[in-house]
Nanobody
């Protein structure tokens, strides 16, 4: 069974940090591109960042650039999202998703469009509040 499981969410004060994990089972993440998405209450889901596990290229939307960093550990079949300098507007449920289609080239800005992705995790809550 192909599965993605996110973890690492929680409550953090503004300016704090969290590291989210996205662990895969049933398939090898090294052959996929992985995206992180988030959905805040009352808002549409938005793409945040993505990584091509084949070549390590990454892309970040402007709102998180310089604060968020994706990395991968193919031996652990896990992708990470390090989130620093968190802001209240980062509060959302965060999802990771996998696609093989976008892994054939270095990541492009289209990688933050959810329709490219085939497999999704269940989400992890991130709350940034004092």
């Amino acid at each position: 069974q192909l599965q993605l499981v996110e973890s690492g969410g929680g409550l953090v004060q503004p300016g704090g940090s969290l590291r989210l994990s996205c662990a895969a089972s049933g398939f090898a993440l090294e052959n996929y591109a992985i995206g992180w998405f988030r959905q805040a209450p009352g808002k549409e889901r938005e793409g945040v960042s993505c990584i091509n596990n084949r070549d390590g290229t990454t892309y970040y939307v402007d709102s998180v650039k310089g604060r968020f960093t994706m990395s991968r550990d193919n031996a652990k079949n896990t992708v990470y999202l390090q989130m620093n300098s968190l802001k209240p507007e980062d509060t959302a449920v965060y999802y990771c998703a996998a696609t093989v289609v976008l892994s054939v080239t270095p990541v492009q800005p289209v990688c933050v469009m959810s329709e490219w992705y085939d497999y999704w995790g269940q989400g992890t809550q991130v709350t940034v509040s004092s």
